[in-house]
């Protein structure tokens, strides 16, 4: 799931692009493995309408086009039938993704939402160094956002739950 959520996190896409162009970037070695999960890995997020507001959505059904200013989950997920379910959900804002040289306008994805991951379910082994690098930097910043609003005991909490994995 991890793996997942940060290649959706990392997405850099063309403007006008799908969430089903992009569904597949969260499944990737989900199906390497023989296995998927039957939700889709993001969904609208709105004020009016409700928590799943459409239409876009990162979806093998998402057929609207993501446009800059829309908030959409990052929420891949797995369940095994009878024994557990995983998902790990981050809100993010599409953006313009600021390429030197680049021949189309292109967006990415601004993570909104910062809460550190549980290190006790995380393999270091099955990461590549891009990966750890992008969960480093989050976690990073999830220190420097959250520490200032916590107290002392939660803080050390918080600095563990958010050191580097490699380091």
Known sequence: MLKG??????????????????DSF????LWAAGIDFD????????????????????????????KRGMILSNEPGYYKEGAYGIR???????????????????NA?????????????????????DEIAWLDAYHARVAQMIAPLVAADTR???DAATRPLRG
């Open 5 to 22: 959520h940060i290649a959706i996190a990392r997405a850099v896409f063309p403007d006008g692009a799908t969430g089903a162009q992009l």
């Open 109 to 129: 994805f601004e993570t909104l939402t910062f809460a550190p991951f549980d290190r006790r379910l995380i393999e270091p082994k099955l990461m590549t160094a």
């Open 39 to 66: 939700h889709g890995t993001g969904h609208g997020v709105g004020s009016y309408l409700s928590v799943h507001e459409g239409p876009a959505r990162i979806s093998k059904l998402g057929t609207s086009a993501l």
């Open 26 to 29: 969260a499944r990737e070695h």
């Open 156 to 158: 050390e909490w918080l």
């Open 88 to 106: 790990l959900e981050n809100l993010v804002l599409v953006t313009e993704a600021q390429i030197e040289g680049a021949e189309k306008d292109m």
